[in-house]
């Protein structure tokens, strides 16, 4: 038997491959995700029919509050309160400007605010609904005794408030979905009833107040000294003439109040889901509000969302609010037609969002 030298058995090279086992350890960051994620998945609708109802319900007199307020503003500021074209576009705009900073103020507050034996989103939702119902009715009110900058002061600040105030119902409603069931799918289902009802509220709002003021566009006109005098005259004008769009708001207001309370009452929000949220929440940088104030309004890209937002609801509340002018000067032929010609075009709409899905 051939023997091998210890020196050449040292010299031999003999590579053993070791598999290399890697244990990942999840942090306690993941941990959380994952057992918030098992917290809230399900398949199981939870919630009963008539509780979607009232859900999805809500969503429509709100729309109805801002068909209204985009379509007929303008008309009525121009012809029934008497305020100049320039004063009537800065009452408009100033709203705007404090309806895109209040979004992400009232998101902030709302997404920190703790559980309470109400819920979370519904003590929101219960004190914009009696505020939102005053402003709104206010803001369609003009006192016979007011001069002309009281009137401007009075409908800047009315018109502000209801802005802030709808907000404060429309953020936590929106974000309450999340917290009525573990089912995603029923969560989905949830948004696009909400969905489907404000476009129903856009077709009552018009089908309330269009057919009643239809024919209120009239010419401003100034006189000798370079003031803006609307073609109507105030005191010829019956009760009904004069304060119609006071009558039209607090019934459109009954309605907002019917379709919004059923929410409080019949809703419930689901604590583990909240406290779920609660719990992925503490994980995270605990910043006091003032400072996460000061972010917001100094980072440049949300500084430009804000921005473009002011421009394109601005843009779109022009249209709206000068649809009716263009109507009545333009189109005289067809200038009766107003209420149902934007009817036909929200039905067409509302039928093309819902069956977009098949089409595409």
């Not at 609708?45 to 008539?50: D, H, I, T």
């Not at 974000?175 to 009802?197: D, G, P, Q, V, W």
């Not at 009558?247 to 059923?262: D, K, N, Q, R, W």
């Not at 929410?263 to 996460?292: C, G, H, M, R, Y």
């Amino acid at each position: 038997m051939r023997k091998i030298s210890d020196s050449k058995i040292s010299d031999l090279q003999v590579n053993y491959k070791i598999k290399e086992v890697e244990f990942i350890i999840p942090s306690e960051n993941e941990m959380h995700l994952d057992t918030v994620k098992n917290e809230t998945d399900s398949d199981q609708n939870e919630l009963k029919l008539y509780q979607r109802f009232f859900f999805g319900l809500a969503g429509l007199p709100f729309q109805a509050y801002f068909c209204a307020i985009g379509v007929f503003t303008t008309v009525y500021l121009l012809n029934k309160a008497g305020l100049p074209p320039e004063k009537t576009t800065y009452i408009l705009f100033t709203s705007r400007i404090i309806d895109a900073i209040t979004d992400p103020i009232y998101g902030y507050l709302v997404e920190k605010t703790k559980l309470t034996r109400f819920g979370k989103m519904k003590p929101w939702i219960a004190a914009s609904i009696p505020l939102s119902a005053l402003s709104y009715v206010m803001m369609w009110y003009a006192p016979p005794s007011f001069s002309e900058t009281q009137l401007f002061i009075w409908f800047i600040f009315w018109h502000s408030a209801q802005f802030t105030f709808i907000t404060g119902f429309r953020i936590p409603h929106t974000a309450m979905t999340m917290y009525l069931s573990h089912s995603l799918k029923e969560r989905e289902n949830l948004t696009i009833f909400r969905m489907a009802s404000e476009m129903v509220g856009l077709l009552v709002a018009l089908g309330i107040q269009g057919p009643l003021v239809a024919n209120d566009s009239s010419c401003l006109k100034k006189n000798s000294s370079g003031e803006y005098n609307s073609t109507s005259d105030s005191k010829s004008e019956n009760n009904w003439d004069q304060f119609k769009y006071t009558y039209i708001a607090i019934i459109m207001t009954v309605i907002f109040l019917l379709g919004t309370i059923p929410l409080i009452i019949f809703v419930k929000e689901k604590p583990e889901l909240i406290n779920a949220s609660v719990k992925s929440q503490n994980i995270e940088e605990k910043v006091p509000f003032w400072v996460t104030l000061k972010r917001m309004f100094t980072f440049k890209p949300f500084l430009i969302l804000i921005i473009s937002t002011i421009l394109s609801t601005s843009a779109i509340q022009i249209l709206q609010a000068n649809f009716q002018l263009y109507f009545d000067y333009s189109y005289v032929a067809i200038s009766d037609k107003f209420t149902i010609t934007i009817f036909v075009l929200l039905v067409r709409l509302f039928i093309f969002d819902l069956f977009k899905k098949n089409f595409f």
